[in-house]
């Protein structure tokens, strides 16, 4: 498991660098609260509210409300998902795609049927 770092806050700042504030909405992984988290950047460091941000694996963002961080700050029995899609007429897992299929699979786009 691993906690948000300040080192990574910066690199998602400078990834979404027309943000001045990161955001995520969700619900709390312990408890299912509906839980809000925001990280600024101050002079002294990055703010962080409303719970804690959990980044298991890369760009998969886990959250936990106040009360739970204060209860139990480690995240726990998390399971990464097998995730199933098409590859050249056949499902297969991602995570067993070659590279570049993998690569390829991250450039996907979901289609969007609400634009005419
Ligand atoms: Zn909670």
Excluded at 39 to 53: C, F, L, N, Q, Y
Excluded at 62 to 70: N, T, V
Aim: charged share 30%.
């Amino acid at each position: 498991m691993s906690m948000m770092t300040v080192e990574r806050l910066h690199d998602l700042l400078d990834e979404n660098s027309e943000k001045d504030v990161l955001g995520w909405a969700g619900s709390c992984h312990d408890c299912q609260k509906e839980t809000n988290v925001t990280a600024s950047p101050e002079t002294e460091g990055i703010r962080i509210e409303g719970g804690s941000v959990y980044e298991p694996e890369n760009n998969k963002f886990i959250l936990k409300c106040d009360d739970c961080f204060q209860k139990d700050p480690v995240l726990r029995n998390f399971q990464q998902c097998e995730v199933y899609s098409r590859v050249v007429g056949y499902l297969r897992p991602v995570n067993q795609w070659n590279d570049a299929k993998q690569a390829e699979f991250k450039d996907r786009a979901l289609f969007d049927d609400s634009v005419s």
